[in-house]
């Protein structure tokens, strides 16, 4: 059986379960682009993160940027900038 992680939603809804070992290469890509751009648009985030992992990754990659983005935000380690439009994404610090 493969290893899961039950992710969280900063809006206290429900998160789900997900293969552990996908989680953390999305993770791992999301905050290296990050680090790299300190804070950007979600959808150039998400384009960057696709760019990374293309080829060895399976499943829809957006979707799980958009399940792994909401687990980060709710443990702090990211968030949305206030009012921005599009939504800007960044690194807590």
């Given amino acids: 059986m493969k290893d899961t992680i039950r992710t969280l939603h900063p809006a206290k809804k429900q ?3 997900i293969d552990k070992n996908k989680y953390e290469i999305i993770r791992k890509a999301i905050m290296s682009t990050l680090r790299q751009h300190k804070e950007m648009p979600f959808m150039k ?3 960057a993160v696709e760019k990374e992992v293309n080829g060895t990754f399976e ?6 940027v ?7 935000e709710a443990r702090g380690e ?6 921005s439009r599009p939504q800007l994404v960044k690194l807590v610090k």
Wanted: cysteine-free; overall charge positive.
């Fill in 15 to 17: 998160g789900v379960n």
């Fill in 45 to 47: 985030l998400s384009r």
């Fill in 59 to 64: 499943g829809s990659v957006m979707w799980y």
């Fill in 66 to 72: 958009t399940t792994v983005k909401l687990d980060l």
């Fill in 78 to 83: 990211i968030k949305r900038v206030p009012n």
